[in-house]
């Protein structure tokens, strides 16, 4: 008899504690992508260097990323990830006292470092929590505490950092994260068979490249949007923009409860596919913003689309990892989302300067059709383990 997938609990104290860790550790985070922009505008920089405020971390991240996740299967999760975490306060904090652009960007370097280390470390947890049967249910859930942080942290950031400036941010930012090192302290995390020694091979995940891959084409789009989003409205003459991120939290917390089922039950395509499309249709929308409600309309598509595309890449990169490969699976996965998200903030900065931002927008609309067609061509075959071992079952008698 087929079980249950009501008998696989998720929603235990572990699993709310590690979405409420991924939840503040993700606020900080999005305290300064979208600030740092604004502060370094006011210090002289322009478009071009402005790109790299993005850029530099994803560097830095993609560099860590694949060493943290042999370092997890190899020696565990948890002095890995409260590292990550005390190494992220301290990167966060020295953004309050060197108000010089080049030391910035060195700064946003090792914040990247810490940031790969810590993200690579949260997700990795909650692999090893979520049930199998409910991966795709689990893994949606939890990557709304991180869209909601999105959603939530850069517009209490930009509206503190012109009413009070950037110390007020940083101080936010670290005191959030002490908050997630307790909360990181307290939970129990699960015992893994730790891998016995190195190898090359095994800082990647062979089956979580090609859902890297397309991940890759979307959060290039992510990038140019986080990067100029502020810049663009105030180009445009709309105020409120903080309206953009509660949209954005609207359309996540109705999407992503219900995607990650559909994924568990149906498969990957039927939300991936949808979510491509909301996502082009939301940069061609946002080239043409010209007011607040066009900013709106633009965050419910792109919220709608980017959150089934990420939880449904991630659980395809992470479902088929056996436990103790998990960390190479996520720092897989996350390569492909930061190498994404670092190209777009750079060349974002190139095309702005020539097309402007409308011009920039509508070209990065071509990016989600080149990760249907990758998808298309390559995993439209995939399926969840769940419905994969439901197929193979043989048919009931009678």
């Not at 959603?151 to 950037?166: D, Q, W």
Request: hydrophobic share 55%; aromatic share 12%.
């Amino acid at each position: 008899m087929e079980e249950d997938l009501s008998k696989q609990q998720l929603w235990t104290k572990d699993f709310i504690l590690i979405a409420a860790v991924n939840f503040l550790v993700f606020s900080s985070w999005q305290t300064l992508p979208f600030v740092l922009p604004v502060y370094l505008q006011t210090l002289g920089a322009d478009d071009t260097v402005l790109g790299w405020v993005t850029a530099i971390t994803t560097i830095s991240a993609l560099l860590i990323r694949p060493f943290c996740g042999i370092i997890l299967d190899r020696f565990g999760r948890k002095g890995i990830f409260l590292a990550g975490i005390a190494f992220m306060g301290l990167a966060s904090a020295s953004f309050a006292f060197i108000p010089i652009v080049g030391i910035i960007l060195a700064m946003r370097f090792v914040h990247g470092l810490a940031w790969g280390i810590t993200s690579t470390s949260s997700q990795t947890v909650a692999s090893d929590i979520i049930p199998p049967k409910r991966f795709g249910e689990g893994m949606g859930l939890f990557a709304l505490s991180a869209s909601l942080a999105f959603a939530i942290a850069p517009g209490i950031a930009l509206e503190l950092f012109h009413a009070s400036g950037m110390t007020y941010v940083v101080a936010v930012a670290v005191g959030v994260l002490v908050m997630a090192f307790v909360l990181a302290s307290i939970l129990k995390y699960r015992p893994i068979k730790k891998t016995a020694s190195f190898k090359p091979s095994s800082m990647f995940n062979r089956s979580s490249i090609l859902p890297a891959t397309i991940m890759f084409f979307l959060t290039s789009c992510y990038g140019s949007l986080v990067t100029f989003l502020a810049i663009h409205a105030e180009s445009q003459g709309v105020e409120g923009i903080g309206f953009f991120f509660t949209a954005y939290a609207i359309a996540v917390a109705l999407s992503r409860p219900l995607l990650g089922k559909f994924v568990d039950q149906r498969g990957y395509a039927v939300v991936l596919l949808p979510g491509i499309v909301l996502v082009a249709t939301a940069l061609v929308v946002l080239s043409l913003a010209h007011s607040l409600p066009m900013f709106i309309l633009t965050a419910f598509l792109y919220g709608f689309g980017f959150a089934g595309c990420q939880s449904t890449l991630q659980t395809m990169a992470v479902a088929d990892a056996e436990p103790e490969h998990r960390g190479a699976a996520n720092a897989t996965f996350l390569v492909g989302f930061d190498g994404g998200i670092g190209v777009g903030s750079v060349v974002s900065g190139w095309i702005a300067a020539a097309l402007g931002y409308s011009g920039m927008y509508l070209c990065f609309a071509v990016l989600p059709i080149v990760s249907a067609v990758v998808f298309l061509g390559f995993a439209r075959n995939r399926r969840p383990p769940n419905l994969t071992q439901r197929e193979k079952q043989p048919p009931r008698k009678g």
